[in-house]
Structures are given as structure tokens and as C-alpha cells.
């Protein structure tokens, strides 16, 4: 695996001295395949992820006082099990870290989207106190933090735009694509579990298998409809199968004539066309979330 920047670029950071305040992007699966259930539990996948332009933000601050503190605009993710909290406790423990923290976060990616909000926001949490507190973590071993935190996280520490993840989602290929996707972003507003999707996967709904490597060449020269052809998500069906009122709304989508695909174990769609914001956000119930999004 590529090593995560030491500095974050300057267009994710902000600094105030004792305090930074960062961007924390979402992502798309553009493709994941689930090659099989693993003795631990979870599951092998590949998948081609990409970055996008839609972002939580995080103030992270050197507080005097030895204290972790954590605040959110929604309050209901403000508790302990916050992947915030768990990247900043995690930092501190293992570093026998004793200044204090502050962190808030500003969430905007919809929870349960499958658009890998909490582990962009762990991964965010990590390079922001390297940063900080200059502790000179290489990659390895932020890749070996992330890895602890979830299967996602090491993705959003690569800071790459585009990826290859193998094993359950923490070992990063980064992709070198010059060329950048745009896309609206669909939420009907439906939270989704990734482990229920994931238990509900069976080996029968995932024996479809589209070649990687053609996605990467479609990526590469920027072919859209040789994308739109590649595009695949094994965990469609068993997130539709759990979630019902998923799948109608996958349907609705469909009527609207907007090519889409669920992300991750869902509940957010992504569009691969050209279509514009104010077209979809016409075609689409008033009360979903809309988003225009492009690769970042």
C-alpha cells in the first residue's frame, strides 16, 4: 500500500496554531464484488472506490486540560461509540497521548448512506492529530490504526482519488486517473445497516463477476457509457432484499430514466451520466436528499 501524506494538502486543512479544522470526504463504490466470507467474520471484497465532493467538516483543537472532548450538530452521534471519539481515544492510548482534545464534528454525508461518513471522519481524526501533535506517523502505521478502526478507513487515509481495495476493504491500491466523474448523489432519506447487508449477502447473489480491468481502462480514457456498462454492486440485491422500501425506491429512480446504482451496502444511489442537478431534482421526490458530486 501507497503511504498516506505526512502533511495534508492544503485544500483539506485549515490551521490555527493549536487547532485545525478539516474537510472529511465521502466516497462511491463504483464497483464491489464479494468474493467470499472469511473465518473472522467478514467478508472479502474488491472494489474500485472514488472520492467525492461531498464533506463532513472536523475542528480538531489542543485543549490544556487532559480530557477528550467531542461535539456534533446532530446529537444523536454524539456518544462513545462515534468513530470520532475511537480514532481520537485510539491516537492517545497508543501514544500514551496526554494533551488534551477537542473535536466537533459538522455532519453532512447522511448517516447509513454507505457513503463511508464515519470511517472518513476516523480516517480524518488520525491525520488531522498527526499533524497537530507532529507525530511523524508513516503510513504503515496509520494503515495499522485505520485497519483497527474499520475496513473503510484506510481508503480515506490514502487520500487517493480513485483506489483498487482488496481483503475486507483496508488494503489500498491507489489508482493514478487523471480524468475526474460527475455525479448526483441520490439519499431517499433510508438509514441502512452495513452489517445487516453484509449477513444477509449470500455466495448465490454475487456470482455475477464484471471485469475490474475494463473499469479501469473505461476510468482511464474517460468512456462514460463503457463505465456505465461496468458499474456493479454485489450487495444490491441483499440490501434490497432487508430493505424493502430500498428497492422501491430503486425503482422510482429507475422510471425516472436516470441510470444509478447503490453504493457500498447502501441506502445512497449515484448516477454515472451527465444528468444535471436542477433535471434529477425535478424527476425525484421533493423529500429525498439530492447531491452534485465529482471526483475529489
Given at each position: ?64 486540560e ?12 454524539e ?44 480516517a480524518?481524526?488520525?491525520?488531522g ?26 481508503f ?78 454485489a ?21 425516472t430514466?436516470?441510470?444509478s446504482?447503490?453504493?457500498g ?16 431534482r ?15
Amino acid at each position: 500500500m501507497a503511504s498516506p501524506l505526512k502533511v495534508l494538502s492544503k485544500k483539506s486543512r485549515k490551521n490555527y496554531g493549536n487547532r485545525i479544522k478539516l474537510i472529511s470526504p465521502a466516497k462511491l463504490n463504483l464497483y464491489l464484488n464479494i468474493l467470499g466470507k472469511r473465518d473472522d467474520g467478514f467478508h472479502d471484497i474488491e472494489s474500485i472506490t472514488e472520492r467525492i465532493s461531498l464533506f463532513d467538516e472536523i475542528d480538531i483543537e489542543l485543549l490544556s486540560e487532559d480530557e477528550l472532548r467531542f461535539s456534533c450538530n446532530l446529537k444523536s452521534l454524539e456518544s462513545s461509540s462515534n468513530l470520532c471519539l475511537k480514532a481520537a481515544e485510539l491516537l492517545r492510548n497508543r501514544f500514551n497521548i496526554k494533551k488534551g482534545i477537542g473535536l466537533h464534528l459538522q455532519k453532512n454525508i447522511p448517516v447509513g448512506s454507505g457513503l463511508g461518513g464515519g470511517s472518513s471522519n476516523a480516517a480524518t481524526v488520525l491525520l488531522g492529530l498527526n499533524d497537530l501533535l507532529e507525530l511523524g506517523l508513516g503510513g504503515e502505521e496509520l494503515y495499522s490504526l485505520g485497519s483497527f478502526l474499520g475496513s473503510d478507513v484506510n481508503f480515506f487515509l490514502s487520500q487517493s482519488r480513485f483506489a483498487v481495495l482488496k481483503g475486507r476493504g483496508e488494503e489500498v491500491i491507489p489508482l493514478e486517473l487523471s480524468r475526474s466523474l460527475r455525479h448526483i448523489v441520490i439519499w431517499p432519506g433510508i438509514p441502512v445497516s452495513t452489517k445487516v447487508v453484509y449477513d444477509n449477502c449470500r455466495a448465490k447473489l454475487t456470482k455475477f463477476f464484471n471485469n475490474v480491468n475494463i473499469l479501469k481502462y473505461a476510468l482511464k480514457k474517460g468512456d462514460i457509457s463503457l463505465v456505465q456498462r461496468c458499474v456493479f454492486n454485489a450487495l444490491e440485491k441483499s440490501a434490497f432484499g432487508v430493505y424493502g422500501e430500498l428497492k422501491v425506491a430503486a425503482g422510482l429512480i429507475e422510471k425516472t430514466g436516470l441510470f444509478s446504482l447503490l453504493t457500498g451496502s447502501g441506502g445512497a444511489f449515484f448516477t454515472i451520466d451527465n444528468v444535471s442537478y436542477s433535471k434529477a431534482r425535478k424527476l425525484l421526490p421533493h423529500n429525498w436528499f439530492v447531491f452534485e458530486v465529482q471526483t475529489f
